[in-house]
């Protein structure tokens, strides 16, 4: 949980942003959305779809006689994170700027994921769970440790300069290498909490069902607007939350894009996890000038390189590759 700055100087927009405009909070979300969801459509319109399915099943390991429920594991985690909304909304404590006490929640994705599936194969698949933090032997390609690594801080810095080129009048990064080795430890520990959910849980069973594309759509939709109540806590606009949820649900598009490309790895989804809330707190000043207008932008484009261009052109897009025999 994380990614919210307490921006001092927020530029105009997001303050003339009144309650008034609630109804258009969702649209920077749609305007990624829908044009990724047209394009799914588009490439994975096949007779064979029903057999696609069953062999992806098989692929990620899922069980047909016992399936996955995402819908009763997103039920689960919200009714864990509830008493953690209510200590947040009951103290004005944060443990970093904009980081409420409610972000404690992060290991709800993780106890839910952890109760269903030892009610399915009990403390063996709870531990194979666990395992899979530092599933990096999946990962036979190393080239994929580059875009973990790397990505967000690119993003960062082209939300930087845009912004500058902008006329936002943004301090020079001041980066300790003493304290970002210690929010990357920080904020990679939070993350497993986080993807052992989400990632080792949960986008198996979605991609399954809804492909690659549309399952990471979903998980981002979900993913966003379970952090709203943080978000709310610690005074966001509604047009600043829906900025932000762009980012989110494009950044849960590169996370499956990563996870599919290295072996469906969640130690690549946690560092890149990690990646998203260290730089957003090295953004100037304790992420204290990051604007989601600007960043959800870059955030959605990265996304959509990823699923269409990178695809086209080298053959590792988004989707699992499910051979039909």
């Excluded at 036979?140 to 810095?157: E, N």
């Excluded at 210690?182 to 993807?195: D, H, P, T």
């Amino acid at each position: 949980m994380g990614r919210g700055g307490s921006r001092p100087h927020a530029a105009p927009l997001l303050h003339e942003c009144g309650h008034g405009q609630v109804t258009i909070t969702f649209l920077p979300t749609l305007a990624v959305t829908l044009p990724l969801l047209v394009i799914r459509l588009r490439l994975n319109v096949s007779p064979s779809r029903f057999t696609v399915r069953m062999r992806k099943n098989k692929q990620l390991g899922l069980n047909e006689a016992q399936p996955r429920s995402p819908l009763k594991y997103f039920g689960l985690t919200l009714a864990l994170t509830i008493p953690f909304w209510v200590a947040g909304a009951l103290t004005h404590f944060q443990f970093l700027p904009s980081l409420p006490v409610s972000a404690l929640a992060l290991v709800c994705p993780l106890v839910a994921a952890s109760i269903l599936i030892y009610r399915e194969s009990g403390l063996e698949g709870v531990a194979t769970l666990l395992k899979r933090a530092f599933d990096f032997r999946r990962v036979t390609a190393k080239i994929w440790y580059v875009p973990a690594i790397l990505l967000m801080p690119g993003i960062m810095a082209v939300s930087y300069v845009a912004m500058r080129s902008m006329g936002e009048p943004l301090p020079a990064p001041q980066i300790s290498i003493t304290t970002t080795l210690v929010l990357f430890a920080v904020f990679f520990v939070s993350a497993i909490g986080e993807e052992l959910g989400w990632s080792g849980y949960a986008i198996d069973p979605l991609q399954a069902r809804f492909g690659a594309l549309g399952g990471a759509l979903l998980l981002g939709i979900v993913w966003a607007v379970w952090h709203f109540i943080p978000l709310l806590s610690v005074q966001r606009a509604p047009a600043w939350i829906a900025w932000w949820s762009l980012g989110t649900v494009a950044s849960r598009v590169i996370i499956t894009w990563l996870y599919n490309n290295t072996g469906r790895s969640v130690f690549i989804a946690v560092i890149f996890h990690a990646m998203i809330n260290l730089t957003w707190q090295l953004f100037p000043i304790n992420g204290s000038y990051y604007d989601p207008r600007v960043t959800g932008l870059i955030y959605a484009a990265v996304a959509i390189v990823a699923v269409v261009v990178w695809d086209q052109k080298n053959g590792c897009g988004l989707e699992l590759k499910v051979k039909i025999q």
